[in-house]
């Protein structure tokens, strides 16, 4: 190998490093974004922040991995709303939920599904994408998808 190709295989190393370097686990809350969104959310009052999260990951064009993993996270709202909590939700979540009136968040669950088989489905979903890349870890992130949109319903 000559020093160009070292470079290069240093520098595609560090892109697929960096890529992933935000999530640690693939559930729905293991990763900076959907713990920024959850630190906001906390922050705030009533469904506004969940419904935009939500409609984001339905706006046409590529679909963002900051923005998929906010959408799976507010889906993970919606859910605890209607009593089916995933066991990765955050406590400063269920507790801000408490708070919520749970019926009016609960009716965002067709759109926070929509939002999910999005996100997990494509097209265009850079977060699954970047999963898929990861060929051991997709079917756990996949399952976390698939057992969130049964709680939606």
């Given at each position: ?44 009052r009533g469904s506004k922040r969940i419904s935009a999260a939500l409609n984001a990951a ?94 939606l319903k």
């Open positions: 190998m000559n020093r160009r190709d070292l470079i290069l295989l240093a520098a595609a190393s560090a892109l697929v490093s960096q890529a992933q370097a935000g999530a640690w686990e693939s559930d729905s809350f293991s990763n900076d974004d959907a713990m920024d969104w959850a630190s906001q959310c906390v922050g705030s339905l706006a046409d064009g590529y679909l963002e991995s900051p923005e998929c993993s906010m959408a799976v996270a507010a889906a993970e709202v919606v859910a605890a709303s209607k009593g089916r909590p995933s066991k990765f939700l955050p406590k400063e979540l269920s507790s801000w939920l408490e708070q919520q009136q749970k019926a009016e968040i609960a009716m965002l669950a067709p759109v926070a599904a929509k939002a999910v088989l999005r996100v997990m489905n494509g097209p265009k979903s850079e977060l699954r994408e970047l999963w898929q890349e990861n060929k051991k870890e997709f079917p756990g992130w996949s399952g976390h998808m698939q057992s969130l949109i049964a709680r």
